[in-house]
C-alpha cells in the first residue's frame, strides 16, 4: 500500500504563499491518483484537486483554482500543492490521499471519495 507523507505546513501571513509536499514510497506514484483536501476547525473536510502523476493532468474544484496549483515530481515521487494569496480562512490542517487507477483522469469529491490512502495531514495557519 502507498504511504503519503505530507510536510511544509506551518505559519503563514495574510496574501503570502506557501508550498506543501506529498511524498510517496514505498514504490512510484504513476499508477496512483494524489489528491488535496483540507478540513478546518469546525468544519467538513473539502477538496482542492488532484493529479494524475503519470500525464501531469490536474482537476480542481473551482473554489480554489485561481489561487492553488498542483504539480508533481516524478523523481522524487512527490506531489506539492502552492498555496497562492492566502487568507485566514484557508487555515486548515491539508491532506493528501491516493487512490489506485489507470484512468488518464483523476477525480476528486468533497466527501474523499475515491481515496483511499491518506497522509497525516499538515497544519496551514494563516494570520490577519
Known amino acids: 500500500q502507498l504511504h503519503l507523507v505530507e510536510s511544509g505546513g506551518g505559519l503563514v501571513k495574510f496574501g503570502e504563499s506557501t508550498r506543501l509536499s506529498c511524498v510517496a514510497s514505498p514504490f512510484s506514484f504513476e499508477n496512483y491518483k494524489i489528491g488535496w483536501f483540507r478540513q478546518a476547525p469546525g468544519k467538513e473536510r473539502e477538496g482542492i484537486g488532484c493529479?494524475?502523476?503519470?500525464?501531469?493532468?490536474?482537476n480542481y474544484f473551482d473554489s480554489v483554482k485561481d489561487r492553488f496549483a498542483i504539480a508533481r515530481d516524478t523523481a522524487k515521487n512527490t506531489v506539492y500543492l502552492s498555496l497562492n494569496r492566502l487568507t485566514p480562512e484557508d487555515t486548515a490542517v491539508y491532506y493528501c490521499?491516493?487512490?489506485?487507477?489507470?484512468?488518464?483522469?483523476?477525480?476528486?469529491?468533497?466527501?474523499?471519495?475515491?481515496?483511499?490512502?491518506w497522509g497525516q495531514g499538515t497544519q496551514v495557519t494563516v494570520s490577519s
Open positions: 490521499a491516493a487512490y489506485y487507477s489507470d484512468q488518464y483522469m483523476c477525480n476528486i469529491f468533497h466527501d474523499g471519495s475515491p481515496y483511499e490512502t
Open positions: 493529479i494524475s502523476p503519470s500525464n501531469a493532468y490536474t
